[in-house]
């Protein structure tokens, strides 16, 4: 691995920055999102820190199932978003649609619109899952990116 | 200047929730706004429809994470109300206690939203630490810490003992300690001052005129609760105030929510203090006989308003939500039109907006402005036509 190579995975792994989006939640997951990264739970720890543009984010954390006004946002959003980028589904909702599955005016789950990285279940989700998805995904990429590199 | 016209949301870092306004801007001042809602909209009063009544509650439940008990409260008060079925005196406390534990945690929650909208950080982490003891007394109370699904038809699914109820007490008394600090902060510090002062003015007649509710309209003076205007529950027996002010500004709107937390203090300790003694709850019969319903409930944002309309199955035929966040929209315009660019956020925050209460079933004819009136199965018809046309068929006859 070379040093460039090997600075940009620390970076990348030390501090992911994400962005919240709600795409037609109850609230309920947006709430316990904030929860996490308050004093009790405060993810911040991990170095996630939540930014305001989806040009900034290397994660975007969806909530709620893809209304239809929504779908056409969250894909410009995910496609502002730099490479590499990461997606987490959090909560029953963004999973699967949820409760709202086959309502008329939801799409259904976020798989539907855009590729998911990881899911968060629950209904809603509880900080500690999400803190465990988020250390999870921060896992997950360490051996990708590790894997990749050593192939090239 | 030319006037230039900026759209704010749906994704802005200050909206915590899809909705989006257009500002007409003239250098910093705005000259004209608008609202648009809809991006939340998920159809729940259809769903309902085609759901049977206990599965409803926790339908509704799902309107929104904040005040998920006020909606079920709300709509199993109709329910209840046409099966006319008497609730037991020790489940009514209990859906009083859950009522104002929930009050209270939306309201720290506000006062935590605020604080970071006047960018004044260190506030906001503060009450969201201390919400998290609002969190667990749910969390032991009901089982789940946002929604508690502890209403059912005919009473409550949870009792609560003796050692939990201690337990609420101390950690409300907790909180009376830290809410002290808090209306300190809110009306001395001088950081909240200078935001908030003179900012979003909405004086006594325009709320009227407005139809704004909760603590929006009682902090511009407006003496409206449903608490004390028509009481549910047990509310005829507690000892609260109503609490309003006249600064007609998000100052007075901070102040009014401040001051309601130590109201719903009082609330709790009364409550817990005489606890009725007896069932939890009643059977209700799966068929609801045919009957109309309305009811209303002051919940932490303002007056939450259900319509139950039933047929004699166990199913019902129309279920109608009017959240508060949908009324207090009305005033945004008004309390933007002259202030800053700068004071936009803290100003929508104000009302404590809650789209995915609103989002439901808004339809507004913005493009003519024209009223038609529709009769019921013309309307119908006119929707299912609407949306064939878009692809989406939910004629099920
Ligand atoms: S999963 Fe549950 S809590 Fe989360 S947005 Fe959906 S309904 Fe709300």
């Not at chain 2, 159809?43 to 085609?50: L, P, Q, V």
Request: charged content about 25%; proline content about 5%.
């Amino acid at each position: 691995m070379k040093i460039k190579e090997k600075i940009i995975l620390w970076s990348r792994l030390k501090s992911p920055w994400i962005l919240h989006f709600n795409t037609g939640a109850c609230n309920g997951c947006d709430i316990e999102i904030v929860d996490a990264l308050t004093p009790k739970y405060d993810v911040e720890r991990f170095g996630l820190v939540l930014k305001a543009t989806p040009r900034h984010a290397d994660v975007l954390v969806v909530s709620g199932p893809v209304t239809r006004q929504q779908a056409k946002r969250l894909k410009r959003i995910y496609e502002q978003m730099p490479e590499p980028k990461f997606v987490l589904a959090v909560g029953a909702c963004a999973c699967s649609g949820g409760v709202f599955d086959g309502c008329y005016s939801v799409l259904g789950g976020l798989d539907k619109i855009i590729p998911v990285s990881a899911y968060i279940p629950g209904c809603p989700v509880r900080p500690e899952a999400i803190i465990d998805g988020v250390v999870k995904l921060i896992g997950a990429l360490e051996s990708g990116a590790k894997k990749e590199i050593e192939a090239k | 200047m030319a006037k230039i016209t900026i759209p704010l949301g749906p994704q802005h870092p200050a909206l915590k929730e899809p909705e989006n306004f257009m500002l007409v801007l003239d250098g910093e001042q705005i000259c004209d706004a608008t609202v648009n809602l809809g991006y939340n909209h998920r159809g729940i009063e259809k769903a309902a429809e085609n759901r049977n009544y206990i599965q409803d509650i926790y339908l509704l439940e799902r309107i929104c994470g904040i005040c998920s008990h006020s909606h079920v409260s709300c709509y199993i008060g109709c329910v209840e109300e046409i099966a006319k079925v008497e609730v037991p005196q020790r489940a009514k406390a209990i859906r009083t206690l859950v009522a104002e534990l929930e009050r209270i945690h939306s309201h720290l929650l506000w006062l935590g939203v605020a604080a970071y909208e006047m960018g004044f950080e260190t506030m906001f982490m503060y009450t969201w630490r201390d919400r998290e003891q609002v969190l667990d007394c749910l969390e032991m109370l009901s089982g789940n810490r946002v929604h508690y699904g502890i209403n059912t038809l005919g009473g409550v699914r949870r009792d609560i003992n003796a050692q939990q109820a201690k337990e609420i007490i101390k950690k409300i008394n907790y909180l009376e300690e830290r809410t002290k600090y808090y209306v300190n902060l809110a009306t001395e510090e001088p950081t909240v001052l200078a935001r908030t002062q003179n900012v979003g003015k909405l004086p006594y007649k325009v709320a009227l005129e407005r139809n704004a509710l909760g603590p929006t309209a009682r902090a511009s003076g407006v003496k409206m609760d449903v608490r004390k205007q028509e009481p549910y529950f047990i509310y005829d027996k507690l000892d609260f105030e109503m609490i309003t002010y006249d600064s007609e500004d998000v100052f007075g709107r901070v102040v009014v929510r401040v001051l309601e937390l130590v109201e719903s203090y009082k609330i709790i300790k009364q409550v817990l203090s005489a606890l009725p003694e007896g069932a939890i709850s009643v059977k209700v019969p799966w068929k609801i006989p045919a009957g109309e319903s309305v009811f209303r409930y002051e919940a932490p944002r303002g007056e939450d308003i259900h319509y139950v309309k039933s047929n004699g199955s166990e199913i019902p035929e129309r279920v109608k939500v009017r959240a508060p966040t949908l009324s207090n929209f009305q005033s945004i315009p008004y309390m933007l039109k002259g202030d800053y660019l700068a004071d936009v956020p803290i100003t929508i925050a104000a009302i404590d907006p809650c789209m995915s209460c609103t989002d439901r079933a808004v339809v507004y004819d913005a493009k003519n402005g024209k009223t038609r009136t529709f009769d019921w199965e013309e309307l119908r018809k006119y929707s299912i036509e609407f949306y064939k046309k878009k692809g989406v068929n939910f004629s099920t006859k």
